[in-house]
């Protein structure tokens, strides 16, 4: 389920984002969705590797991603990393 969000961001970066919309030719939205979430799946990458590593615990990753357990069991099965 996508959900709307407001956030404001520094200038330059605005005009990063832009330069990139054109570059690509996409929307300013379509980039700046990108990019948040490649940050989202970078965060995950992270704190998988802390947790295989002991870290940290199956409850912080969740509680960090904003997740309940169920919710992180998906999400890691969804993208193949092993508990």
Avoid: C, F
């Amino acid at each position: 389920m996508a959900v709307e969000i407001a956030v404001p961001v520094d200038e330059k970066v605005s005009k990063y984002v832009q330069a990139l919309a054109e570059a690509e030719r996409k929307s300013y939205s379509d980039v700046a969705r990108a990019l948040l979430e490649e940050g989202y799946k970078r965060e995950i990458e992270k704190l998988h590797a802390s947790y295989s590593r002991g870290e940290i615990t199956l409850r912080r990753m969740a509680r960090r991603l904003g997740l309940n357990y169920r919710e992180l069991y998906q999400l890691l099965a969804d993208k193949g990393l092993p508990l």
